[in-house]
């Protein structure tokens, strides 16, 4: 209970600017302003040209959040460049929208995968290379919260609920082959 005292007190002693002018005043902020621009430039996420004539920019406004860790210390200041789309008019400045969207059933089922699959090492070597090609990526650890949910792994999986017995069916026990008529005895 302690923890989450000081997870609450730690929250309130931090202020979160919400103008780009403000965080620039604060190295902390001003370091996570520059790790966003850098992180929007280093995977192309825009190219500088020249409006057209007929059409008008999409603002933008930064955004920024702290995050922490479960003892209430704070992991890292967080700044996010995003666009003010609702400026934009249908058929006039875009076309048509995508947003990749994943159900949370399908995500639950993954992630009861990578959960009871997760200890094979190169199998999860070779995934990391596969996403390191395509992705620039950063080992987090192992899991423990994903989307909400806690993960908890265990060699018990599944097994909740089973009676543990020392032998699983009773000593001396003969069993016939039924095709042979043989009599399989343990001994």
Known sequence: MSSFKAFTASIDKETIPTTIEDALKYPRWKKAVEEEIYALEKNDTWIVTDLPHDKKAIGSKWVFAIKYNSDGSIKRYKARLVAKCFTQTYD???????????????VRVLLRLVVNKGDDGMEISRLKELLNSEFETKDLGELRYFL????????????????????????GLKLRGEEMGAEIVDK
């Open 92 to 106: 006039i400045d875009y076309k048509e929208t995508f947003a990749p969207v994943a159900k949370l059933n399908i």
């Open 148 to 171: 909400g949910m806690e993960v908890a792994r265990s060699s018990k999986v599944g097994m909740l609920g089973y009676k543990p017995a020392d032998t699983p069916m009773e000593a």
